[in-house]
């Protein structure tokens, strides 16, 4: 027989005492008017029923759900886990539970998202837009007109007043590049993200600023826009860049995983790295120290990142809706490892 579905309410608690369900709740609360007896009996009989309060209804009732809603575009490799771990941490010290939602990359699962945080009455809403939602902001204005507080991190609309967390991306291509730029590489080419996406797209005008800043010509043939931001997407543009580009000795890659990729076409056309192509990327995903040669990374402060968009949470929750702080931006890191380091500028051997 299959395990009954009903959930004891403060109602059985009191039929069964034969006590009216206020003086149930009050002794569950612990309130003075109800003697210490009362109180005992109504907790073992909860027990005995396994009675288990609904903290929501409990909290609503007192004008608020201490509940904060998440929306990420996946959680694949590291950096959206990483992000929600630096959520979780803060959001839990300051007494709030989370609801995460994936929309993997899909702009109409993401409006589904929202409309379930909305429904479920969350106090705030922390998101990462998806690869597919290109300048829809129907939805998030949404959010704003139920007077919730909404903060974007690491991708974000074109969205007038929009609260956001970010790392500087175009600085970060800057630096990548110049490295690349400083080890002897003169051809460098680019494997580029989705253009709508602030992310991508500072990534290549941070790339295209550091050839200009060094005297390298940029070649729009250089730039390859990947599909997708997959392995086997990376295997293609790595294909299709060879082939236009014979003396290419750089490459700058907007994401890691496509940059995996990448390397194994240049160990398939017997193509060293980083003696013949230099690579440098995004993200510093844990699987970059494993390759070979391990990857140079740009590292993106990824815990650092969702514990800041709690904080930026908090302080929209305190002030209200008028405050309007500017985009918080995170300093990146550029982690030089064996896959940049050309040869030209390795120590030679004396004669």
């Known amino acids: 027989m299959p395990p009954s579905k009903h959930k004891t309410s403060i109602r059985d608690i009191a039929q069964q005492l034969g006590l009216s369900t206020s003086t149930v709740s009050r002794g569950l609360a612990n309130h003075k008017d109800i003697s210490e007896t009362t109180k005992e009996k109504i907790r073992q009989v909860a027990q005995e029923l396994n009675y288990r309060p609904n903290q929501l209804a409990a909290a609503l009732r007192k004008g608020h759900s201490k509940t904060l809603g998440v929306i990420v575009p996946h959680i694949n490799g590291y950096f959206f886990p990483a992000v929600m771990n630096g959520i979780e941490k803060v959001a839990t010290q300051e ?26 009455q969350v106090e705030g809403i922390l998101m990462s837009v998806s690869a597919t939602t290109f300048k829809e902001t129907q939805h998030f204005e949404q959010v704003r007109q139920q007077g919730t507080p909404l903060v974007f991190f690491d991708r974000m609309p074109e969205l007038p007043n929009s609260m956001a967390v970010i790392l500087d991306d175009y600085q970060g291509a800057y630096q990548a590049t110049k490295h690349l730029i400083e080890q002897g590489c003169t051809r460098i080419a680019h494997l580029a993200g989705p253009q709508h996406l602030n992310t991508s797209r500072n ?22 826009a990947l599909p997708s931001l997959t392995h086997d997407a ?23 995983i496509p940059s995996v990729g990448a390397l194994e076409v240049l160990r398939e056309k017997n193509l060293r790295v980083p003696q013949d192509i230099a690579l440098a990327c995004f993200s510093n995903e844990p699987f970059t120290t494993m390759t070979q040669p391990r990857l140079t990374v740009v590292d993106q402060r990824a815990e650092q990142m969702g514990e800041t ?34 040869r030209s500028r390795e120590p030679q051997p004396t004669p």
Do not use: W
């Open 234 to 256: 990376g295997r293609l543009g790595m294909q299709h860049l060879l082939a236009l580009e014979p003396d290419l000795n750089g490459i700058f890659a907007a994401y890691a």
């Open 309 to 342: 968009a709690v904080r930026l949470f908090l302080q929209l929750l305190k002030r209200g809706p008028a405050y309007a702080p500017p985009h918080l931006v995170l300093k990146p890191e550029l982690v030089i490892r064996d896959s940049s380091l050309h």
């Open 203 to 224: 990534r290549f005008l941070g790339y295209q600023a550091a050839l200009e800043a060094h005297g390298l010509p940029f070649h729009e043939h250089a730039v390859y």
């Open 95 to 120: 007494g709030f539970t989370l609801m995460m939602c994936q929309s993997n990359e899909d702009f109409r699962r993401e409006q589904q998202n929202i409309d379930a945080l909305l429904a479920a």
